[in-house]
C-alpha cells in the first residue's frame, strides 16, 4: 500500500477578488538569519520568500500557490464547466477547491476530502478522509451522491529523497484515484492528477487511453521547473 498523502501547508483563509495572471518576478530576498535552522530548510524559505506565485497566492488570498496550477491547466483544457459536480482529492488547504468554486459557480458541487481538517469553504463540502481506507470510495460517492464531471487529484506522498522511490509511491496514490475516476466520472468527464516524471507514468498513460478519448503530460507555469512534478490530463471519458 503506498504511503498516505501529505498536504499543503500554511493555509490562508478566504479568498479576495480573483486573477489568474502569471505573477511578475521579484528582487532577491535572502533570509536574514538561519540561526535554529537546517540547512535545507533554511533554502526552502528563501525559495518561499522568492517566488512569485506564492506572493501572488497571499495577495489574491488563495490558499496555495498550487491554485495557479489548476487555473492554467482549466484554461487550456476547459476542466471546469457551470454546474458540474467536481471531487478534490488530497483537497488541503483548498486551494484547487477555490479555483473550481468560482468556475462551476453555486449551482455546481464539489466535495474535497483529505486526511486533515480543511477551513470552510462558501459552495465546497470538505471531509476529513483517508482516501486509502478501504471504504473511502464507497463513502465519498455517497457523499457525491451520483456522477461526477471531473475528479482532480494533488495528492502526493511523502518524500523520500529517493527519487525512483517517490516516484513509484506517486504513481501509486494516481492509479488509485483512476480507479475511483473510472468509476464515479459521467460520460464525457474529465480526470486531472499529479505524477513525478520517472517512467512509469508513460505506461499508466496507454492504459488512460482505453478509457479517455485525449491523454495527456502537462507541466503548469506554476509547477517549479526544477520539480520533477507534472500533471497527466485525461478528457472525455468513455463510460
Not at 522568492?50 to 476547459?78: C, I, T
Request: aromatic share 6%.
Amino acid at each position: 500500500m503506498p504511503s498516505r498523502p501529505i498536504h499543503r501547508k500554511n493555509a490562508k483563509p478566504g479568498a479576495k477578488k480573483k486573477s489568474e495572471s502569471v505573477p511578475t518576478r521579484q528582487l532577491h530576498k535572502r533570509v536574514k538569519s538561519a540561526r535554529g535552522r537546517s540547512v535545507s530548510s533554511t533554502r526552502w524559505l528563501e525559495r518561499q520568500l522568492n517566488d512569485p506565485y506564492v506572493a501572488e497566492a497571499s495577495r489574491l488570498g488563495y490558499r496555495s500557490r498550487s491554485a495557479f496550477k489548476l487555473a492554467e491547466l482549466n484554461d487550456k483544457h476547459h476542466l471546469l464547466k457551470r454546474g458540474a459536480v467536481v471531487v478534490d482529492l488530497g483537497a488541503a488547504p483548498g486551494g484547487w477547491s477555490q479555483i473550481a468554486v468560482d468556475k462551476v459557480g453555486p449551482s455546481g458541487k464539489i466535495i474535497g476530502i483529505d486526511l486533515q481538517e480543511i477551513e470552510p469553504l462558501p459552495g465546497v463540502h470538505f471531509e476529513v478522509m483517508d482516501f486509502l481506507d478501504e471504504d473511502a470510495p464507497q463513502r465519498l460517492r455517497a457523499l457525491v451522491g451520483g456522477g461526477a464531471d471531473l475528479v482532480m487529484s494533488d495528492m502526493a506522498a511523502p518524500a523520500t529523497g529517493h527519487k525512483a522511490t517517490d516516484h513509484i509511491k506517486i504513481m501509486a496514490l494516481c492509479e488509485v484515484a483512476l480507479e475511483f475516476a473510472e468509476q464515479i466520472l459521467n460520460p464525457g468527464g474529465h480526470f486531472v492528477a499529479k505524477v513525478l516524471k520517472g517512467g512509469a507514468e508513460n505506461e499508466l498513460l496507454l492504459s488512460m487511453r482505453t478509457s479517455f478519448k485525449t491523454v495527456q503530460h502537462a507541466k503548469p507555469k506554476a509547477s517549479r521547473q526544477d520539480s520533477a512534478e507534472a500533471y497527466v490530463v485525461a478528457l472525455g471519458f468513455k463510460g
